[in-house]
């Protein structure tokens, strides 16, 4: 899939490898040597085919699948993101505004926008906030 957020578009492409006809056992990573000839006509077995699917040709469901499923990589790339940048700064000294006081624990506000938990048990005993 590729993204064009200044544009606002996206493009599906779909890579599948050419296996002998009757030998395809998965449809979504193998297709017929009759079928890859359709597209080019100069495709052997064992190539790599790489077609675009349109949004058209797919159905509601797999189109609020695959948006479910965009949303959870992008969600899953920032917190690896953020992960990174804060195991870096482990044992540093690093400032946060409190934001909300909690029963179990106290949600901090850092300059990036970053909520931070920082939990009961964590926290110095005669602090209070």
């Known amino acids: 899939i590729i993204v064009n957020p200044d544009k606002g578009d996206l493009e599906i492409w779909r890579n599948r490898v050419v296996v002998a006809d009757g030998e395809v056992e998965d449809p979504n990573q193998e297709i017929s040597l009759t079928e890859a000839r359709k597209i080019e006509p100069d495709f052997e077995v064992g190539e790599d085919v790489s077609e675009e699917v349109k ?63 920082l939990p009961k ?9």
């Open 121 to 129: 048990d964590r926290q110095i005993p005669s602090d209070f906030f």
């Open 55 to 117: 949004l058209i040709d797919l159905g509601r469901r797999s189109i609020l699948s695959l948006r479910q499923n965009l949303i959870s990589k992008v969600h899953e790339h920032d917190n690896t993101n953020i992960y990174k940048h804060f195991k870096e700064l482990e044992g540093e000294i690093y400032t946060a505004e409190v934001h909300h006081i909690r029963h179990r624990a106290i949600i901090l506000l850092d300059d990036e926008g970053n909520e931070i938990i």
